[in-house]
């Protein structure tokens, strides 16, 4: 689960971690009032105007049709209100959201960070996340903030730091000193970068991330350290524990086909080819999208409907598959252990009902439990489902129905 910009920086500040603060407007007129107290708090005409959408890229994106960012700086009430106005309600396309790009309905009024001062301002980039290969937590770190850390990656890979982080052992002394070292900080600037990164570990732990990101951290003008942008994605499978932190998901920012098949429990990605699938098990839905590409096919999506799948899932499966206008086939993969063949027959026949004028071909390939009973079912049915023994048959009976 994803969170905006100015929730993470909310979470954040509850572990004592510094952030470049602001607030939250969903209005011009709630900009404009934001702005007003933002100037009078800091004596500044500065502030930062950004768009909240999951995506990265806002900084370099540009609302469409103009030449609006979706990170701003303002130095005036007048173009604190024109950014809003541009922003609010308008489509920001960024890198990372591609052409479809994504309506912005909230923007952030954040206080200026880069005043002057006794010591200059740096940008770094420090991120936490598993490290599944090694099943330890790691932190990722450069001196290079406040841009493409994949460019950096690519061309100077030696300004790039890890730190492991074994997991019963937790982030060592040694370690903070070490990133706050390698950033070249020192004195009052290295002991507010331990500081903060202990926090932020603590923050990253106690909330469950799968990613965390800071980009930039920012060295102010003062020698302290902290988050002028945050990215905190929680783990879905995590947030039964986290029942305060799923209350303040944004189901606008996510698409709704994708909400749908997590109430019934599905697990379901949208691709960009025209067979659906709809299997049981992760790895054979890979498998199965795989073979789908090799047979001269393209995937639709991914749709995994678990061990449990019964009628009632198969039929949610069917409609949400169905919403894809790309969609001109579907293949069902069911490998009958758990679940029984012949329920997941059921689904697929109770779903032509209900559903009715499903006109595109479906390929069956039901294995393993009640398989044979399945296929009565559905040979019985009347219903214009074809059958396949081996998954190599199904997917090349699906490709020859897209000719």
Request: glycine share 8%.
């Given at each position: 689960?994803?969170?905006?910009?100015?929730q993470?920086?909310?979470?954040?500040?509850?572990?004592?971690?510094?952030?470049?603060d602001?607030?939250?407007?969903?209005?011009i007129n709630?900009?404009?009032?934001?702005?007003k107290?933002?100037?009078e708090?800091?004596?500044?005409k500065?502030?930062v105007?950004?768009?909240?959408?999951?995506?990265?890229?806002?900084g370099?994106?540009?609302?469409?049709?103009t030449e609006?960012?979706?990170?701003?700086?303002?130095?005036?009430?007048?173009?604190?209100?024109?950014?809003?106005t541009?922003?609010?309600?308008?489509?920001?396309?960024?890198?990372q959201?591609?052409?479809?790009?994504?309506i912005?309905?909230?923007?952030f009024?954040?206080?200026?960070?880069y005043?002057?001062?006794p010591?200059a301002?740096?940008?770094?980039?420090?991120?936490?996340?598993?490290?599944?290969?090694?099943g330890?937590?790691?932190?990722i770190?450069?001196?290079?903030?406040?841009?493409?850390?994949?460019?950096v990656?690519?061309e100077?890979p030696d300004?790039?730091?890890?730190e492991?982080?074994?997991?019963t052992?937790g982030?060592?002394n040694?370690?903070?000193?070490d990133i706050?070292?390698?950033l070249?900080?020192?004195?009052?600037?290295a002991?507010?970068?331990q500081?903060?990164?202990?926090?932020?570990y603590?923050?990253?732990?106690?909330?469950?991330?799968?990613?965390?990101e800071?980009?930039p951290?920012?060295?102010?003008?003062q020698?302290?350290i902290l988050a002028?942008d945050?990215?905190m994605?929680?783990?879905d499978?995590?947030?039964?524990?986290?029942?305060e932190?799923?209350?303040i998901?944004?189901?606008s920012e996510?698409?709704p086909?994708?909400i749908?098949?997590?109430?019934y429990?599905l697990?379901?990605i949208?691709?960009?080819?025209?067979?659906?699938?709809?299997v049981n098990?992760?790895?054979?839905?890979?498998?199965t999208?795989d073979i789908?590409?090799?047979?001269g096919?393209?995937?639709a999506?991914?749709?995994?409907?678990?061990?449990?799948?019964?009628a009632q899932?198969?039929?949610?499966?069917?409609?949400?598959?169905l919403k894809?206008?790309n969609?001109?086939?579907?293949?069902?993969?069911i490998?009958g252990?758990?679940?029984r063949?012949?329920?997941?027959?059921n689904?697929?026949?109770?779903?032509?009902?209900?559903?009715?004028?499903?006109?595109i071909?479906?390929?069956?390939?039901?294995?393993?439990?009640?398989a044979e009973?399945?296929?009565?079912?559905?040979d019985?049915?009347?219903l214009?489902v074809?059958s396949?023994?081996?998954?190599e048959?199904?997917?090349?009976?699906?490709?020859q129905?897209?000719?």
């Amino acid at each position: 689960m994803n969170l905006h910009e100015y929730q993470a920086k909310e979470i954040l500040k509850a572990f004592q971690v510094p952030v470049q603060d602001g607030i939250v407007a969903e209005t011009i007129n709630q900009a404009t009032e934001a702005y007003k107290k933002i100037t009078e708090e800091t004596g500044s005409k500065f502030a930062v105007i950004k768009a909240q959408i999951h995506a990265g890229g806002r900084g370099k994106g540009k609302i469409e049709n103009t030449e609006q960012r979706g990170v701003c700086v303002v130095k005036s009430l007048e173009e604190a209100t024109q950014a809003a106005t541009n922003l609010l309600s308008n489509k920001l396309i960024t890198i990372q959201t591609g052409p479809k790009g994504k309506i912005v309905n909230k923007i952030f009024v954040a206080k200026d960070a880069y005043t002057t001062g006794p010591a200059a301002t740096q940008e770094f980039y420090l991120s936490m996340l598993l490290d599944r290969a090694k099943g330890e937590f790691v932190i990722i770190y450069s001196t290079e903030g406040g841009v493409d850390i994949e460019k950096v990656a690519h061309e100077t890979p030696d300004k790039i730091f890890k730190e492991w982080i074994n997991p019963t052992v937790g982030l060592a002394n040694f370690q903070l000193r070490d990133i706050a070292f390698n950033l070249g900080l020192k004195g009052e600037a290295a002991k507010s970068c331990q500081k903060f990164v202990a926090n932020l570990y603590k923050a990253f732990i106690n909330t469950d991330c799968s990613l965390l990101e800071i980009n930039p951290l920012f060295k102010n003008s003062q020698d302290q350290i902290l988050a002028v942008d945050c990215k905190m994605s929680i783990e879905d499978n995590a947030l039964i524990r986290h029942p305060e932190l799923e209350a303040i998901r944004d189901l606008s920012e996510e698409d709704p086909i994708e909400i749908e098949a997590g109430k019934y429990n599905l697990n379901f990605i949208k691709l960009d080819g025209n067979v659906g699938c709809m299997v049981n098990g992760a790895g054979l839905a890979m498998a199965t999208m795989d073979i789908i590409k090799l047979s001269g096919g393209d995937p639709a999506n991914f749709l995994d409907v678990g061990g449990g799948a019964n009628a009632q899932t198969v039929e949610a499966g069917f409609r949400i598959i169905l919403k894809e206008p790309n969609v001109k086939a579907i293949l069902i993969n069911i490998f009958g252990g758990i679940v029984r063949c012949d329920k997941v027959a059921n689904g697929v026949i109770e779903a032509y009902k209900k559903i009715g004028n499903i006109n595109i071909p479906i390929i069956a390939r039901l294995q393993g439990n009640s398989a044979e009973l399945a296929k009565e079912l559905l040979d019985k049915s009347g219903l214009k489902v074809v059958s396949a023994i081996e998954l190599e048959d199904a997917a090349k009976l699906v490709t020859q129905a897209l000719l």
